[in-house]
Nanobody, 116 residues
Framework: QVQLVESGGGLVQAGGSLRLSCAASGITSRINVMAWYRQTPGKQRELVATITRGGITNYADSVKGRFTLSRDNAKNTVYLQMNSLKPEDTAVYYC??????????WGQGTQVTVSS
């Protein structure tokens, strides 16, 4: 129904920046909310940021003021701009899309590693 392809992860030094992209395909017209989650070994997946179709965003307290989530509806793509990265931001980042009648869909994950 919906396929998500993430890109943009990598290795960066503390204080640096990365931009993650998530491109959606399939029944994208039914997607209401897209989000980024992250997960480290042994911990539960945690919500990083969400964005509605109308562009309303919400962020986890741990990333407020450093991360910015935006979307290009014409390209069915969301972008997570991550600035002032910290070692504790190291995780696998997953893109998520949800909508009425389509349920929740996940990308394959992209590794972000921040060195101190």
């Amino acid at each position: 129904q919906v396929q998500l392809v993430e890109s943009g992860g990598g290795l960066v030094q503390a204080g640096g920046s990365l931009r993650l992209s998530c491109a959606a395909s399939g029944i994208t017209s039914r997607i209401n909310v897209m989000a980024w989650y992250r997960q480290t070994p042994g911990k539960q997946r945690e919500l990083v940021a969400t964005i509605t179709r109308g562009g309303i965003t919400n962020y986890a307290d741990s990333v407020k003021g450093r991360f910015t989530l935006s979307r290009d509806n014409a390209k069915n793509t969301v972008y997570l701009q991550m600035n002032s990265l910290k070692p504790e931001d190291t995780a696998v980042y997953y893109c998520n899309a949800e909508g009425l009648y389509i349920g929740a869909h996940w990308g394959q994950g992209t590794q972000v590693t921040v060195s101190s």
